[in-house]
């Protein structure tokens, strides 16, 4: 079946680093990917949408100049934590929207952690 | 506003034994409703999708209910096993607006021996 794949599944960094996290669908094209962010023991809380070819649009409260979102392809889409916090320590994950039977595909999700 | 509310919170319950998780949502106009299951520190894994036409849908041991005219959803697990426990997440999705979705903020369900 379809696959949504995170890479890093999880990542230690330094405070003042920057953090890139991949999320590719494997065997569909997705126009939309999502960025999720989940603090222990809560929902996901959605952070932006991402359209292929085009910026994204993120949730009020969500600083785009620190989560960077890039979808230059219709199977990959990059979140780039910038200047990372301890405060930015959490588990991200992607979902893909298959344009063609609308499914929608979560990947494993990567915990990030800055020391 | 559009809200997605679940419920109970958190449920423990003994293997073998069935249970009924719920979902009511305002999100207007409607086009989907799914049910996602999320073991801890792993990404959520759908269970089913459902449209405005269909009422009930079954993948295995989850069967999900879908009430259009008020709103609601359900999820029934029946002899649960302990492979069951995890967070049971209700998403539903509007139309328009790029199929914005909205999260439920799930339920901690528990299967104990």
């Known amino acids: 079946g379809a696959v949504v794949s995170q890479h890093p599944s999880w990542v230690i960094c330094k405070s003042g680093t920057s953090v890139k996290i991949e999320c590719r669908s494997l065997?569909?094209?997705?126009?939309?990917m999502f960025w999720y962010r989940q603090f222990p023991k809560q929902s996901l809380m959605l952070m932006a949408t991402?359209?292929?070819?085009?910026?994204?649009?993120?949730e009020q409260g969500v600083e785009k100049d620190k989560f960077l979102i890039n979808h230059a392809s219709l199977t990959l889409s990059t979140l780039t934590v910038t200047s990372a916090h301890p405060e930015d320590s959490s588990f991200y994950i992607c979902?893909?929207?298959?344009?063609?039977?609308?499914?929608?595909?979560f990947g494993e999700g990567s915990r990030l952690t800055v020391l | 506003k559009n809200q997605v509310e679940q419920s109970p919170q958190s449920l423990i319950i003994l293997e073998g034994k069935n249970c009924t998780l719920q979902?009511?949502?305002?999100?207007?106009?409607?086009?989907?409703l799914r049910w996602y299951k999320q073991d801890t520190g792993r990404g959520p894994v759908s269970l089913t999708i459902?449209?405005?036409?269909?009422n009930t849908k079954s993948n295995g041991r989850y069967t999900a209910t879908l009430d259009a005219d008020t709103k609601q959803s359900s999820l029934h697990i029946t002899a649960s096993q302990l492979s069951d426990s995890a967070s049971y997440i209700c998403?539903?999705?509007?139309?328009?607006?790029?199929?914005?979705?909205?999260f439920g903020t799930g339920t901690q369900l528990k299967v104990e021996l």
């Open positions: 979902s893909a929207h298959d344009r063609d039977t609308g499914e929608l595909f």
């Open positions: 065997d569909f094209q997705a126009t939309t």
């Open positions: 991402s359209n292929e070819g085009s910026k994204a649009t993120y």
């Open positions: 979902c009511n949502y305002t999100v207007s106009p409607f086009s989907n």
């Open positions: 459902m449209t405005f036409s269909e």
């Open positions: 998403v539903v999705s509007g139309t328009g607006g790029g199929n914005k979705l909205t």
